[in-house]
C-alpha cells in the first residue's frame, strides 16, 4: 500500500478494530498497489483525487464497500452484488479517505483523496 505515516495508522487502527492480526500491510515507496493473492486487481476507483463521487467497477462481483476516515473509523458500508457502483463522498471534508472493496475473490484497501 501506498500511504505516509499518518496513513499507515489509521489503516492498522482499522485492522486492529478488526481483530484480524493476521492481516498485513505492505508500504511500498512508488505507490504501486496491488493483491495478487486474491486476484482482485481488476479493480478501478477513479476519478482519485474527486471532489463528489468515486466509482468503482470492477471483474468480479463486488459484495460492500466501505468508507474509512483516516483515523479509521467507518463513516459508510454500502451493500452492493454487482461488478460496479458509486459512492458520494461530496458532503464528507476534504482530506485523505479509504474506501474497502469486499468482492468474491477477496478484500483491497484502496486510498481516495477528496479535494
Not at 482482485?40 to 471532489?51: G, L, Y
Request: charged share 20%; proline share 2%.
Amino acid at each position: 500500500m501506498c500511504a505516509d505515516a499518518s496513513e499507515q495508522v489509521a489503516v492498522q487502527n482499522y485492522l486492529n478494530g478488526c481483530g484480524n492480526a493476521t492481516q498485513v500491510i505492505t508500504v511500498v515507496s512508488d505507490c504501486t498497489m496491488s493483491n495478487e493473492e486474491f486476484g482482485i486487481n481488476e479493480i478501478k476507483v477513479f476519478p482519485n483525487p474527486t471532489n463528489s463521487t468515486i466509482n468503482i467497477n470492477g471483474n468480479n462481483t463486488i459484495k460492500t464497500i466501505e468508507l474509512y476516515d483516516n483515523q479509521g473509523r467507518v463513516l459508510v458500508t454500502k451493500e452492493v452484488n454487482a461488478n460496479q457502483t458509486n459512492l458520494d463522498i461530496s458532503g464528507y471534508t476534504n482530506g485523505v479517505y479509504f474506501v474497502k472493496i469486499t468482492t468474491d475473490a477477496g478484500i483491497k484497501l484502496e486510498k481516495v483523496i477528496k479535494d
